[in-house]
């Protein structure tokens, strides 16, 4: 059985993953599964760097073809922030999901609404010889001021798509699956996953 590790300890990431894998005939392996603890700082200046240095670590680590991604939300009105630090974005210490998108909603608040926003997702998948290759995806909505759903993480409850009158929290797994900047991006990769596994 072929094995693919999924290069990430966030376990929202790891379970939409997980479901975006399935049906590949893969063994889609997570980090805790193997015993692997491996944190990777992320101190790239692109999506790219950042997903290619994390698919990289892991796959070294472990010795298996390894798949991370980096993702983050842009708002138009804030040029493109948070961007690259959306995961860090709050000034707050131990700061949670919660946390960000207040902070995200306080830096937005004197701006004119509609507040245009797209979530980008760049995926790596590499082999621990250090080859990595790369795809990408975007989903494009809206930052609304009030959460509305209790499904995904992150800025899911505040990102709102006109086209289904739902934020990303609102959607179920198969819905977001179809639509996400992450289901895009791993629709993308697959090609690349199948060339490496020589499938």
Known sequence: MNKL????NNKGKVSELQELLKGTGIQLLTPADIGLSLEVDEDGETYAENS???AIAFAQA????SLADDSGLEVDALDGAPGLYSARYSPKTAANDADRREFLLQNLNDKPRPWKAHFHATIAIAKSSGEVEL???NCFGEII???RGSGGFGYDPIFFLSELNKTMAELGMGEKNRISHRALAVMNVMPIVKKMFGL
Not at 5 to 8: C, M, V
Not at 62 to 65: D, K, P
């Open 145 to 147: 001021p009030v959460e």
């Open 5 to 8: 590790l999924i290069a990430t």
């Open 52 to 54: 290619s240095k994390k």
């Open 135 to 137: 795809a990408e995806g």
């Open 62 to 65: 472990s010795g298996l073809i």
